[in-house]
């Protein structure tokens, strides 16, 4: 089993940044994949971000292209989202999440085995 705690969320005005901030532990050997989803009030989860446990893929939905920047740290086995330029339709619940291998379907929520309790961002206009 791999357990999942995100930290790091909170209220921030436009154009603001924050960084959430993913902790695994147990069995993350068996990890290949690590995403970030998140989830506004009556809207499907949605893809945000996913990279490699490698480092060696990225992958961003349209939206955050060239504000939000996914990475890791394996020593502590964590993974970041530096959000920057904040806007307020980037509110939702953020959701850290792990799969055990890369696919085509990484920004699909069925790709992943292990999520986390989400943590909440808020962004003021």
């Known amino acids: 089993q791999v357990q999942l705690v995100e930290s790091g969320g909170g209220l921030v005005q436009a154009g603001g940044s924050l960084r959430l901030s993913c902790a695994a532990s147990?069995?993350?050997?068996?990890?290949?994949?690590m995403g970030w989803f998140r989830q506004a009030p009556g809207k499907e989860r949605e893809f945000v971000a996913a990279?490699?446990?490698?480092?060696?893929?990225?992958y961003y939905v349209d939206s955050v292209k060239g504000r939000f920047t996914i990475s890791r740290d394996s020593a502590k086995n964590t993974v970041y989202l530096e959000m920057n330029s904040l806007k307020p339709e980037d509110t939702a619940v953020y959701y850290c999440a792990a799969g055990t291998r890369w696919s085509i379907a990484v920004a699909a929520t069925t790709s992943y085995a292990y999520w986390g309790q989400g943590t909440q961002v808020t962004v003021s206009s």
């Open positions: 990279i490699s446990w490698s480092s060696s893929y990225t």
């Open positions: 147990g069995r993350t050997y068996s990890l290949y994949t």
